[in-house]
Each structure stands twice: as C-alpha cells, then as structure tokens.
C-alpha cells in the first residue's frame, strides 16, 4: 500500500488553519487520526492523503489551495532529505538529493532531475496506483520545491519555465505570483526548469559534510521502506548474490521461483523496479563499508558486485554526487558530535 508521511497533511493542516477551517474534524472526517498530524514520521495512506486533498478543496472552495499549502513547505516536510538539502553545497545538489530520495516522502514519488543544455529540467508526478490525485497535489510539489530552494538560499530563485498537465486556470495570477516566469499548462509532463546559473549558486549555510551523514541515513529509511514488502525478498535474494558477480533480473527470479515478468510486475506493483532495489540495496551498503578502513575501494566495488572499481565509483557519484574516496575524506573530516545533530532529523 503506498503511503505518504504525514509531514505533508501538517503543511495541509497549516493551511487550512490560515483559511479559518478546523483541519482536526476535516481529518477525521475522511477516517485519518488527527492526533498523528505532529507525528512527521508517521506516514499516512496514499488514499487517504487522495481524500483529504479532495475534502480540503472542496471545503475552501479555493482552486489556489495547492499554492497555500506550499507556503508552509519547510526542511521537515520533506524528512532527513529536507535537512540533507538544507545544508547542500548548491541548489543543484539540493535537488539531486530530493530526487534521488523522493520516495521516502512518498512512495508514489517520481522525482527526476535532467541536464539540458546548460539548463536542468525537475519532473515531478504521483503514480498512486488507485485513485489519481487532484492537480492541487501537484502544484504543492512543484511550488513547494521552489519555496523550499528559496528558504534555504535565502534569496528569490527564478526558474525559465514551469510546465503542468492540469489545463488553465480560469485565473492564474496566483500561479504567476508564486513562479514569476513562462507557464504552460495541458502539458506531458509536470516540470520546473531551471538556469545552470540558479542552480549551481552556493547555498550560505552548505555543509556537506553534514549532507553525507543525512544521505546515509535516508539511504537506511529507504531501506526500511521495503520491509514486508515483495521488494524485501528481491533484496534478500540479491544480498546473496552481490559478493560473487553481478546480480540480473533473470538470476533473481529464478532463485525467487518464478517468470522475469511476474518479478517485474510485483515489484511494480509496488511502484519500484529491479534495478532501483539493486541500486538502493549497494547504495546501502557502500556507506557500510566506506566507514570500514580495512577495505579498499576495489574490494568495496567487488563486494558490490560491481565490474570495477570505476564502475562502482560512477555509480557512488550518481547517488551521493562525490567520489567514493571523497565521501571517505569527507566523513573523516566531520566532527564527532555533529553527526548527532543531524539538524534535529526526525526518525522513521
């Protein structure tokens, strides 16, 4: 069942405190338990989150309710990656990590961050597998991401173009107001895109040092997302294999007793694939044994089952954006009771 945290119905609640409205009977009126609301580990229902957008839309009568509810969009909302983003060298590395870790504020996230020609284009959608959710949803993703980069630099970021499936507003001041550039609607996809230049501009309070130890720890959460679930046994059947070569979808489900289709579609069903378990399962395990001293960089790469090093270290750069050995340095350098702090990072 995919579920989404609750960090996102406090932001709703917020908002509909703002429009005078008691979020605490809107709650229990659509069967979820207000007194979870404080709770920003607790994760809701995807169908309920679907329902309380519905409710609260109707109750405010508001179109614009999406771009109220950005407005209350913080670090926390986003879980350990809103703090790991907080304290990101660049705009750009901020949203490589919220893309790469989407899927722990949802699991029914699909976050992709994209080059393009000197520009990078944020895509973003729900694939909720039932009922589909509202555009209101969609514009807090998109205007609560840009919020979000503007709290933590500081100052104003203005994208090139934002781009939503939903049709035109009747109205769309209050989209013009929060974007301040092009807008197009009836769209394939859901987009911000962005100038290098915005991106890749110094965030004042960056330590990335900080940074690696909240992506260690969402790389964990995420982990623990697929406990109990069919993407757990996938991950037990690749932890065998990774030590001697690497692993394939074919291997796998054999081990598992059943067709490469039905592997694929359970873990669709899911809203994951075989090689996203893959990735996340190394991705894991590397910051385990970068924290080893004993290992080389070439045994951690054969322990993943990686073809070589360069290869593991290619991959290394996808997930956390540094050079394996540079994340080894790196936590050397970070002071003992900082990773403690973790900036007050809620757990799971």
């Not at 986003?78 to 722990?104: D, I, N, P, Q």
């Not at 109990?228 to 294999?241: D, M, P």
């Not at 490469?260 to 359970?266: A, K, M, P, V, W």
Request: aromatic share 8%.
């Amino acid at each position: 069942m995919a579920t989404g945290l609750s960090a996102w119905v406090l932001a709703i609640a917020r908002a509909l405190e703002d429009a005078g409205l008691d979020h605490g009977q809107l709650l229990r009126d659509v069967g979820m338990d207000p007194g979870k609301v404080g709770d920003l580990s607790y994760r809701y229902s995807q169908d309920q989150l679907t329902s309380l957008w519905i409710a609260a839309v109707e109750k405010t009568g508001d179109p614009n309710f999406g771009l109220k509810v950005a407005r209350h969009v913080r670090p926390s909302t986003f879980h350990v990656v809103g703090y790991a983003m907080s304290c990101s060298a660049t705009l750009k590395r901020a949203a490589e990590r919220f893309a790469h870790s989407a899927r722990l504020i949802s699991d029914s996230a699909a976050v992709e961050l994209t080059p393009l020609d000197g520009r990078y284009l944020l895509t973003m959608d729900l694939h909720t597998g039932g009922r589909p959710p509202i555009y209101q949803t969609i514009d807090t993703m998109l205007a609560g991401f840009l919020m979000l980069c503007e709290w933590i630099q500081g100052a104003p970021v203005t994208p090139v173009e934002v781009a939503f499936r939903h049709k035109k507003p009747a109205d769309d001041r209050a989209y013009r107001d929060v974007f301040r550039c092009a807008i197009r609607y009836g769209q394939p996809v859901n987009s911000i895109l962005f100038d290098a230049v915005a991106l890749e501009r110094p965030i004042p309070s960056a330590n990335e040092e900080l940074a690696l130890v909240l992506d260690e720890m969402s790389s964990k959460y995420l982990a623990l997302r697929y406990a109990s679930r069919f993407a757990q046994k996938v991950r037990n059947t690749l932890i065998a294999q990774l030590p001697n070569s690497e692993p394939n979808r074919a291997k796998t489900a054999r081990l598992l007793n059943m067709s490469e289709r039905t592997l694929s579609r359970r873990l669709q069903e899911e809203n994951t694939t075989f090689q996203d378990v893959l990735d996340r399962l190394r991705e894991e395990l590397a910051y385990d044994y970068l924290r080893r001293n004993d290992l080389t960089m070439d045994s951690i790469a054969a322990l993943l089952g990686f073809s070589s090093n360069s290869t593991f270290s290619r991959a290394f750069m996808r997930w956390s954006g540094r050079r394996p050995s540079e994340w080894r340095e790196g936590r050397l350098r970070l002071k003992p009771d900082d990773t403690g702090k973790a900036l007050g990072a809620p757990t799971l």
